[in-house]
C-alpha cells in the first residue's frame, strides 16, 4: 500500500532563516505531488503541484519555492522566511483509489511556526 | 464569491445525535466531490468520495449531492465523541484538475 511521509513533525524558525521540508512517497510511482499550506481560518491553500522529476508548476507567488529532485520525494524550500510563513504544511499524492483518478491523499503534515 | 462555501462551525452536537455537515458550490463544471476528516494536527484523511447527484451510503456516514442546487452534504449518524474533527469537503472537474477544498467544518461531540 501507498504511504506518505513528511519531517520534520514540528519545526519553530527565526524571521530571515532558511527552510526546507521533505515529502516521500513509498507504493507508487510516478505519482502527482502537491504542497498545500492550511493556515487557521483559511482552509487549504495548494502552494505547488508536480506531475513529475523536475516539474514543478506555482500556483502563489511568494517566497517558497519546491523541487522534485526523485520520483516520490517533493521538497519545499525557503531563503529566508517571514512570519506569513507559518502554518500547517501538507503533502498530497494524487491516486488511484478504486477506479477513481481524483482522489488526494495527505501527509501527517509539519507544523512551521516563524517567530 | 469563492468558489466553495462552507460554514467554518464549531458545531457542537451531544453523542448519537445526527450530524448534518453542508458545502455549496459556484462552478457547474464540478464533478467529483469529496469529503475529508481531519484531527487536530493531522493530515486530512479520505472519509467518502462521489461523482454523481444522490446518495451514497458508508456505514454511518452519508454523502449527498445534488447537483442542479450546488449543494453537497455529509450526514453522520449516531454520532460519537471520536467524530469530534474538523470535516473538509473537496471538488474538481475530473483528470487531474485541481481539487478545491471548503475551509472545514469544526465538529464537537459531547459525550
Known amino acids: 500500500s501507498q504511504t506518505i511521509h513528511q519531517w520534520p513533525a514540528t519545526l519553530v524558525q527565526p524571521v530571515g532563516s532558511p527552510l526546507s521540508l521533505e515529502c516521500t512517497v513509498e507504493?507508487?510511482?510516478?505519482?502527482?505531488l502537491y504542497w498545500y499550506r492550511q493556515a487557521a481560518g483559511r482552509g487549504l491553500q495548494l502552494l505547488f503541484y508536480?506531475?513529475?522529476?523536475?516539474?514543478i508548476s506555482s500556483e502563489v507567488p511568494q517566497n517558497l519555492s519546491a523541487s522534485r529532485p526523485q520520483d516520490r520525494q517533493f521538497i519545499l524550500s525557503s531563503k529566508k522566511l517571514l512570519l506569513s510563513d507559518s502554518g500547517f504544511y501538507l503533502c498530497?499524492?494524487?491516486?488511484?483509489?478504486?477506479?477513481?483518478?481524483?482522489?488526494?491523499?495527505f501527509g501527517p503534515g509539519t507544523r512551521l511556526t516563524v517567530l | 464569491q469563492k468558489e466553495v462555501e462552507q460554514d467554518p462551525g464549531p458545531l457542537s452536537v451531544p453523542e448519537g445525535a445526527i450530524v448534518s455537515l453542508n458545502c455549496t458550490y459556484s462552478n457547474s463544471a464540478f464533478q467529483y466531490f469529496m469529503w475529508y476528516r481531519q484531527y487536530s494536527r493531522k493530515g486530512p484523511e479520505l472519509l467518502m468520495y462521489?461523482?454523481?447527484?444522490g446518495n451514497k451510503e458508508d456505514g454511518r456516514f452519508t454523502a449527498q449531492v445534488d447537483k442542479s442546487s450546488k449543494y453537497i452534504s455529509l450526514f453522520i449518524r449516531d454520532s460519537q465523541p471520536s467524530d469530534s474533527a474538523t470535516y473538509l469537503c473537496a471538488m474538481n472537474s475530473g483528470g487531474y484538475q485541481k481539487v478545491t477544498f471548503g475551509i472545514g467544518t469544526k465538529l464537537q461531540v459531547i459525550p
Open positions: 462521489t461523482y454523481s447527484s
Open positions: 508536480s506531475v513529475g522529476i523536475g516539474q
Open positions: 498530497a499524492w494524487r491516486g488511484l483509489d478504486r477506479g477513481f483518478t481524483d482522489t488526494q491523499y
Open positions: 507504493g507508487t510511482s510516478n505519482p502527482n
